[in-house]
Structure formats: structure tokens, C-alpha cells
């Protein structure tokens, strides 16, 4: 019995010590990032050198800490501070790492280009970053956790089915954001910062889409061979009219939406997936495609959204009367003692 007591204080003692103080979380934040990007580099540099359980006992040790850091500092707030997200973000990064590392150690060579072994750790990597920001009430670690679902639902597509070429994936990440959107219309009034980055990462998905289209503005635009494209396996083909319109319709969605909730997020993804579709709905030389379709679109649209903004406006009705048909004047307040009114005090000579 003594045993464990002395094993539990011992054990609240060192979660004591690795709990940060809320005075010096930005500073343990700041030694954090360098910390993590040690030993980031060391997996890198040394990775021919050392053996796989020593990177693998380093990366859990370093995830251990600083992930143990950032779940273990005070929420002051309903939202983390920022220093307990960059501990947050930087534990799940060294916790990835040591989930390759560990698929190496149980047989796979080359863990992210396998779509099994990438298919358990998108998934591990899901269920930690969605378990991190139900209970740190992190926003950022749910959009990480919807990103890495995204990245293991195409990983079982892959390992399950086999998909020649990316016709597949494609609508694979169409269904994805769909439902990343519903999701985030169904928390938008109880967790509006979830819907928010849920929505980041339905147009995460849409670029996913758009960059697996890059293999045809490659060769239309440099003179990169079509037998390159092969060996680096990127995809050649050419986007229907329908991929057009679906990476148009996305992109303009993000930036209203952006716009009408004021959020940067959005907006910014929203545009990256808008100057995706310039750059493949103005490819050159495509048979049977009309020059002047998509850009008559967007004048059209951006036409109409001007015309309905510059609209005459229409003055506001007057104020309806108040009872007896006639405004009611204004009730000015009692005047309090002092002010000259009923409470005033009277003057010397008559009290």
C-alpha cells in the first residue's frame, strides 16, 4: 500500500513539473517549436545512420513531452491560448513522426507510400488530433483531425479497391467536402469555430481535387515531357467542364462565405482553388473547347453581383405613430437630488 502511495505522489509530482504556468506559456511554447524541429531534423539527417527504435523511442519521448505539455496547461479560457496550440499542434507533428517511425519498425519500408501503413497512421493520427480537440477544445486540432481523415479515407480507397488513375479520388473528395459542409452547417450555431475549420477542410478537399488536374498544366504550359509526368506519377488528364465548374462553384463559395462571417481561413483557400481554376480552364489547345465560354461566365457573374450591389436603394418607411395616432415625445428622466427639480435641496433661507 505504501508502494502505490509513494508511486502516485511521485507521479503527481512529475505531472506537476511538466505542467507549464500559464506566466510562462509563451516561453515554453517558444523552446517548443526549436525543440520539435531538433528533432525533426535529427530523423532526417541521421536516418542512414541510426537504427529505426532509437528514432522511434526518440520521436515518443519528444511527443510525450511536449503533447503532455500542451494537454496538461490550465484552460484560462473557453478556447486554448495560443501557446497551448502551438504545444498542441507541435506534439501531434512529433506524434506523427513517431507513427512512421513505428510502421518501420513492424515491416514497411516506406510507410507513406504504402496505402496500408498510410492508411492506419492518417487514421491514428484522425482519432488523436479529434480526441485532443474535444477535450483542449482546440478548433485548429479539429481541422488537423478532418485533413487526416481525408488523407485515410483515400489511403482504404487505395488499399481496398485499387483504382486505376485518379477518377476515383476525385469523387471520393467531392463526397468528402459535402459532407465536411453539412457537418459544418450542423455546428455552426453551438461550435462555430469547428464549423469554421471544417469548412477549411471541405475546401482542402476541393484543392485535392483541382491539384490531381495539374499533370495536363504541366504539359501545356512547360516543356516538361509526358514521360516525366509518368515517372513522378502525375496524372495527365485534361478537366471536363463539370470539374471547371465544381472548383469554380468552391472557390467562389469559400471567399462569400469568408466575406459574410469575416473569417481569413476561407478566404484564403477559396482563392488558392480560384487561381487552380484559371490555370486549367485557360489551358490552350484543348479539342472541341470554346475560347470564350468561361470567361463569359465569370463576366456574367461578376456582372450580375455588381448590378445587384449598385442597385437603387430604397429609402426606409418613417416610424409608425405611437397609440392615439399621434409620436409620443421623448420622457426625460426625474432629475435627482441637486438638480434643481423636486429632489433639489431649497435654499438656505427656507429650511
Same mark, same amino acid.
Given at each position: 500500500m505504501?508502494?502505490?502511495?509513494?508511486?502516485?505522489?511521485?507521479?503527481?509530482?512529475?505531472?506537476?513539473?511538466?505542467?507549464?504556468?500559464?506566466?510562462?506559456?509563451?516561453?515554453?511554447?517558444?523552446? +517548443? /517549436?526549436?525543440?520539435?524541429?531538433?528533432?525533426?531534423? *535529427?530523423? *532526417?539527417?541521421l536516418d542512414a545512420t541510426w537504427g529505426t527504435g532509437i528514432f522511434l523511442v526518440l520521436d515518443a519521448l519528444a511527443c510525450g513531452l511536449v503533447l503532455g505539455m500542451g494537454l496538461l496547461a490550465p484552460l484560462e479560457r473557453e478556447r486554448p491560448r495560443a501557446y497551448q496550440q502551438v504545444l498542441l499542434i507541435a506534439g501531434l507533428l512529433l506524434g506523427l513522426a513517431a507513427l512512421v517511425r513505428l510502421a518501420q519498425v513492424l515491416g514497411a519500408g516506406a510507410p507513406l507510400t504504402t496505402a496500408g501503413s498510410r492508411m492506419w497512421i492518417a487514421l491514428v493520427v484522425a482519432i488523436g488530433a479529434a480526441w485532443v480537440a474535444r477535450t483542449r477544445r482546440s478548433a485548429f486540432c479539429a481541422l488537423v483531425a478532418a485533413v487526416a481523415a481525408i488523407v485515410a479515407v483515400l489511403a482504404f480507397v487505395d488499399w481496398a479497391f485499387s483504382p486505376q488513375g485518379p477518377a476515383t479520388a476525385r469523387w471520393v473528395l467531392l463526397g468528402l467536402a459535402g459532407a465536411l459542409v453539412l457537418a459544418a452547417l450542423a455546428r455552426r450555431e453551438q461550435q462555430r469555430r469547428e464549423s469554421v475549420y471544417l469548412v477549411d477542410a471541405a475546401g482542402v478537399a476541393i484543392l485535392m481535387l483541382g491539384v490531381t488536374f495539374l499533370g495536363a498544366a504541366v504539359i501545356a504550359y512547360t516543356s516538361l515531357p509526358n514521360i516525366a509526368l509518368g515517372y513522378l506519377g502525375v496524372p495527365e488528364g485534361v478537366p471536363g467542364g463539370g470539374w471547371k465548374? *465544381?472548383?469554380?462553384?468552391?472557390?467562389?463559395?469559400?471567399?462569400?462565405?469568408?466575406?459574410?462571417?469575416? !473569417?481569413?481561413?476561407?478566404?484564403?483557400?477559396?482563392?488558392?482553388?480560384?487561381?487552380?481554376?484559371?490555370?486549367? +480552364?485557360?489551358?490552350?489547345?484543348?479539342?472541341?473547347?470554346?475560347?470564350?465560354?468561361?470567361?463569359? /461566365?465569370?463576366?456574367?457573374?461578376?456582372?450580375?453581383? /455588381?448590378?445587384?450591389?449598385?442597385?437603387?436603394? !430604397?429609402?426606409?418607411?418613417?416610424?409608425?405613430?405611437?397609440?392615439?395616432?399621434?409620436?409620443?415625445?421623448?420622457? !426625460?428622466?426625474?432629475?435627482?437630488?441637486? +438638480?434643481?427639480?423636486?429632489? +433639489?435641496?431649497?435654499?438656505?433661507? !427656507?429650511?
Open positions: 505504501a508502494d502505490a502511495n509513494d508511486v502516485r505522489a511521485l507521479t503527481r509530482r512529475g505531472l506537476a513539473a511538466l505542467t507549464p504556468h500559464p506566466h510562462r506559456g509563451d516561453l515554453i511554447a517558444a523552446g +517548443a /517549436v526549436p525543440l520539435a524541429l531538433g528533432v525533426l531534423l *535529427v530523423n *532526417v539527417r465548374l *465544381v472548383l469554380l462553384a468552391a472557390g467562389l463559395g469559400l471567399v462569400a462565405y469568408a466575406g459574410v462571417d469575416d !473569417e481569413p481561413g476561407p478566404g484564403y483557400l477559396g482563392t488558392l482553388i480560384l487561381l487552380l481554376f484559371v490555370v486549367l +480552364a485557360g489551358i490552350p489547345g484543348v479539342e472541341g473547347a470554346s475560347l470564350w465560354f468561361w470567361p463569359l /461566365v465569370l463576366l456574367l457573374i461578376g456582372a450580375v453581383a /455588381v448590378a445587384a450591389g449598385l442597385r437603387p436603394r !430604397e429609402e426606409l418607411p418613417p416610424e409608425p405613430p405611437g397609440p392615439g395616432g399621434r409620436t409620443d415625445p421623448p420622457t !426625460e428622466p426625474l432629475p435627482g437630488p441637486g +438638480a434643481g427639480g423636486l429632489w +433639489a435641496s431649497p435654499p438656505p433661507g !427656507e429650511r
